[in-house]
């Protein structure tokens, strides 16, 4: 539960809660608004399972030089795959990459394996928690650094558009790759 100032009820979110309440009993009655009322209070008092650490800080700069580079490169793997798929050759360089992010919260881990997910040719297949590890399906690899190298550039952009200032202090102030690349695994082999 939540500790320190008293609880009040958010006055906009009650009246939403309440009215939503009021639409599924379909009546108004005083004992419709007072339950609805009850509802309305009990479910604010109930902590966020969705942010045990805390909200994800917003930069409005920051965060659109990240959808500026994620259009960018929305472009770019769409000319890629397009590319790939008009060409006449019979071998496509693909693999499953093993990232290591550079510990990030869960929160920004999710921001950035869905960026990934968003770009035509690459899908994150698996993540890991501890430590932070995206297995991402690439369409076109030309090398396994190159790969990593953009994801990390990716992570890069959504920490400083959405991470928090100890997040940020981690970064290296010259951006250079923190993590060192781990050898090759034996999906990366097999790929």
Request: proline fraction near 10%; aromatic fraction near 6%.
């Amino acid at each position: 539960m939540r500790t320190g100032r008293p609880f009040v009820p958010h006055p906009m979110r009650t009246a939403w809660l309440v009215a939503l309440w009021l639409a599924l009993w379909g009546t108004v009655t005083p004992a419709n608004v007072a339950g609805g009322l009850l509802v309305a209070v009990l479910v604010q008092r109930l902590p966020d399972p969705y942010h045990p650490e805390g909200r994800v800080a917003f930069r409005p700069w920051p965060a659109l030089r990240f959808l500026g580079y994620m259009a960018v490169k929305l472009v770019e793997a769409s000319f890629v795959v397009a590319r790939e798929v008009v060409s006449r050759r019979d071998r496509i360089n693909t693999g499953v990459v093993e990232v290591p992010l550079r510990g990030a919260s869960d929160q920004l881990v999710t921001i950035v394996a869905n960026a990934i997910g968003l770009l035509p040719g690459s899908i994150t297949v698996e993540v890991e928690r501890d430590p932070p590890t995206l297995f991402v399906h690439a369409l076109h690899v030309e090398s396994v650094d190159a790969v990593r190298d953009e994801i990390h550039e990716l992570e890069e952009r959504a920490i400083r558009a959405f991470g928090t200032p100890e997040a940020i202090a981690g970064l290296a102030p010259d951006d250079a790759l923190v993590v060192p690349p781990p050898p090759p695994t034996s999906r990366e082999r097999d790929a």
